[in-house]
Every structure is written in C-alpha cells, then in structure tokens.
C-alpha cells in the first residue's frame, strides 16, 4: 500500500487496495463509505482531481483510514511462512525472486513478494540489516541515529498538494513516538561555541541563496548553449572568487572578527549542502543537483522517532522476513542463461536461481569500482 507517493495515480491504487481488504465486512463498508469520499469508478477522473488539488483534501482522510485499518502495517501484516535460511542454504537453490541489498527498499520489497505468495530470498552484503539506516545504542546513553533520523513530513497539505513522508504511516501503525521538530535550527560557531546571532546567520543564508541561484541560471545557459555540464563545487567556488563582492571582501586573518564568522558560516552551509547531496560539492552536477525540487517534497512538519529510526527497520524485517535474509553475503556475479533463468554467484561460490533479481542498492554501490 502507497499512501501519496506520487503525484498522479497512487492514490487510485491505494484506494483500490483499502476497499478489496476491508470492503468485505459490513464494517469496513460502512467506514471506507465515509473516509474515502471520492469516486472510484471513474479512475480518470480522480487524476485530473489530483492535479487541480481538490482531491488532496480527501488524502488526510485516506491516511487515517489506512492507520485505523492497519493497511500495509509492518506488524499486523506478516508475509506467509517460507523456507528458513537453513532449509534455503541447501544445493541447487532456486527461489522466484532474489533480493540484493537489505535496506528499506530491500525489505519492503520482500514483505510485498511475501504477501503475494512469492519465494524470495534477500541477500545482504553487511553483517545487519537496514542499509543507510542505524541507530547506535551503545557509544552514549540514548539512541543516536548514524544515517537516516528524520521523518520529513507527517501531514497532508492540500494548499502545496504534498503528502507525509510514508514512514509516517508505519511509525504510526507501529505505535511508534514522534518527537516533533520546531522551525527553529539555532547555529552554533565552532570557534567560541556561542551560538550565531539571527541577524548574522539569515544575512549569510540569503547571500549563499544568491550563489544558488546565480549557479542555476549559468546552468540554464549552459544548456541553452548545449556546453557540457560542470561541477556544482567548481562553479560556487567561482562565483564566490570573481562574481559577488560580499564574499570577496570576507577575511580570516581573526578568528574572532564578524567576518570569519561570515566564513564559517558560509562553510556550514555548503558542508549542508553537500550532506544534502551525499557527496563532495565537485562531485555533484551542476545541471542535475536539484531535479527533485519540482516534486516538492513532503508536507508537514518534521520529527524524529524517540528510540531511532532502526525500530522501522525492526519491523520490516519481523516475522519470515528475517528467514528468508542472509546477511554478510556479497554477490559478484548476476548472469541470465539462454532459458532466461538468472543465475546469481556470491562471493563465498554459493549459486542462487532465481526468475528474476530485484536490485536495491544505492547507485553509488554499483558505480564503485571494485577491480
């Protein structure tokens, strides 16, 4: 179940899945009558209501209802039982589907294959599950998130036609608490460790937003002109060197001056920015470093989960899923043969076959050069 995922369709699906689930108690009839006030025989039509925004007002209600049903929960939805890793460890391993890469996406897709009836096996290159997800427990007194720690979004907004994140729903149905974040993001200075005055910082945010944009429109003209694309970093670093005074005439000599502040800040913001975009600013393309901004993202405020965001992960991987996981188990080969049957070795000489492979690994696993 896909609650607000995309911007056109899912919604049609969701509505679709709540009323073959629930719809055949009397109950169920009675509450998806009132939640879902839209019209499902004409799919199209409920598109175009999706795109002018008057449907939007009917997701909260579509939200809810999945919650209170338990739709697509990770704890009342168990997959069917399946073989164990012991019974799938044996010779001549064959499974309909085999899964690379055990994060969110790996294990939502196996509850998903598990519902259907599908055989499965998930095979994790690391020694724990969860990918980029990962609550420490151990190093201080309370949970700290190392990857993942922000659900970005917990609410239906129809005036920016956005969708909670859909982490929320699982947290919800899992009975998880969210501690809810304030507008408020006070900046520290790591030199004096005081915190920067609200004048200092959002005149150094709006001249950074001034680089931004003075980026994009060189990347505007850049394919207008049909150059090459160049690094986001590069080009910053060159606006801040030729094109805006007010960077220019910043200074470090003292530490302790307004304008090594003015720096520092400007660091944080491109270090920010870079943690946005997971990789080093000259590693990043200037044409494409923003392309998901039209989608506009979630609506809401934000939070973060209380106990860590690994207890989702938990969930996902409850139940048969575990047993059909095998972790530290590093796939180097994934081949077709001419029956188109694929055939995938790991590193340890062990061969799965399978009808089809589902990879869910970042593109930064597979563009890394392992010869």
């Known amino acids: 179940l896909r609650i607000g995922m995309s911007r056109e369709g899912d919604i049609v699906t969701t509505v679709h899945v709540v009323e073959q689930e629930v719809a055949s108690t009397k109950e169920g009839k009675a509450r998806l009558n009132q939640a879902v006030p839209v019209k499902m025989a004409d799919d199209s039509a409920l598109g175009t209501a999706t795109r002018t925004g008057q449907a939007d007002e009917n997701e909260q209600d579509v939200f809810d209802f999945a919650v209170e049903f338990d739709m697509a929960s990770a704890q009342h939805a168990p997959p069917p039982e399946s073989t164990t890793r012991s019974e799938a460890e044996s010779s001549n391993e064959s499974v309909q589907v085999v899964i690379i890469g055990g ?146 005439a910043m200074t470090t000599e003292r530490k302790d001056s307004e304008n090594a502040c003015r720096r520092r800040l400007l660091e944080w913001h491109l270090a920010n920015l870079e943690y946005g975009c997971s990789a080093q600013l000259e590693k990043v393309s200037l044409a494409q470093w923003n392309q998901d901004d039209e989608y506009g993202g979630f609506g809401g405020p934000h939070c973060m989960i209380v106990g860590g965001y690994s207890q989702v992960v938990d969930a996902l991987a409850s139940g048969a899923v575990m047993n059909n996981c095998r972790l530290s188990s590093v796939v180097k080969r994934v081949a077709w043969d001419k029956e188109d049957v694929c055939e995938v070795t790991l590193e340890n000489g062990h061969k799965i076959r399978a009808e089809r492979v589902l990879v869910t690994i970042p593109l930064g696993c597979l563009k890394v050069d392992t010869s």
């Open 103 to 248: 994060g969110v996406a790996g294990l939502t897709a196996a509850r998903h294959l598990g519902l259907h009836g599908i055989t499965y096996t998930l095979l994790e290159a690391r020694e724990r599950l969860g990918g980029r997800v990962f609550t420490d427990h151990s190093t201080f007194s309370v949970p700290v998130d190392l990857g993942a720690s922000l659900i970005t979004g917990t609410k239906v907004d129809p005036e920016k036609q956005t969708r909670p994140d859909p982490s929320t729903l699982l947290c919800q149905q899992l009975g998880l608490k969210m501690h809810m974040l304030d507008g408020e993001c006070p900046i520290y200075d790591g030199y004096d460790g005081e915190p920067v005055s609200l004048k200092l910082d959002h005149e150094v945010e709006g001249h950074f937003n001034q680089l931004l944009d003075a980026a994009m429109q060189r990347a505007l003209e850049d394919m207008a002109n049909g150059e090459e694309d160049r690094s986001l970093g590069h080009e910053l670093y060159r606006l801040q060197k030729s094109h805006l005074s007010y960077f220019d």
